[in-house]
């Protein structure tokens, strides 16, 4: 999707509590800075890397930046569950086959930016062939990797990284590369 049609699509808006609230267009979103609903996949690799990627640099939100996930803005139509999978098949070329698993949600808000974000975690060791127009590079990154430089990284994107963490915490027991991934945090 080009910048142009981006700005006129229309996304999920919702409440403080997470309740719907209206759809509007994403420029309206965002001149207004409403709180909205968007997702946040990470890839994990068997070596417990995660996927990272710099943001094309003509974006919004944070362009320029590098974040720990793919995803977007909930579009009209969608729910998280069907939007992270439009984002990861558009974004990164992946088929999710459906093995996304939904881990948690959280608000990040200032006054520039609110958002309910729900983090979906896929264990991948495929191609990931990246959108040009919305991903400048790909790097498959250690945790303490992306902790080191943490202020290169988008702060809703730290967020998603701190829920995929603490998933990992309460269940490094059940998948030996939750290990791997919690050993180089």
């Known amino acids: 999707m080009n910048q142009a049609e981006n700005l006129v699509e229309r996304v999920k808006i919702v409440n403080s509590n997470n ?27 068997n070596q417990g890397q995660i996927c990272t990627h ?16 793919f995803g977007g803005c909930v579009a009209e139509g969608e729910d998280y569950v069907t939007n992270a999978q ?16 939904g881990l948690d949600t959280f608000l990040y808000s200032t006054d520039i930016q609110k958002v309910w974000g729900k983090v ?6 495929g191609e990931v062939k990246f959108q040009k127009e919305e991903i400048q ?12 430089c943490k202020e290169q990284y988008t702060p809703d994107g730290n967020i998603a990284l701190d829920v995929l963490l603490n998933y990992a915490k309460e ?12 050993k180089n945090a």
Not at 54 to 69: F, I, Q, V
Not at 86 to 101: D, F, P, R, T, V
Not at 137 to 148: F, L, P, T
Request: with cysteine; aromatic share 12%.
């Open 171 to 182: 269940n490094q027991n059940k998948q030996e590369v939750l290990k791997l991934l919690l």
């Open 19 to 45: 309740e719907f609230v209206d759809y509007v267009t994403r420029k309206i979103m965002r001149e207004k800075g409403l709180c909205h609903q968007a997702t946040f996949i990470i890839l994990v690799n």
């Open 137 to 148: 590079e790909i790097k498959w990154r250690y945790v303490n990797e992306v902790r080191q």
């Open 86 to 101: 439009k984002e990861l098949s558009e974004e990164a070329g992946i088929e999710h086959n459906n093995q996304l698993l």
């Open 120 to 125: 979906f975690l896929m264990f991948y060791e």
């Open 54 to 69: 710099l943001r094309h640099k003509d974006k919004l939100w944070c362009g320029g930046y590098w974040t720990t996930s």
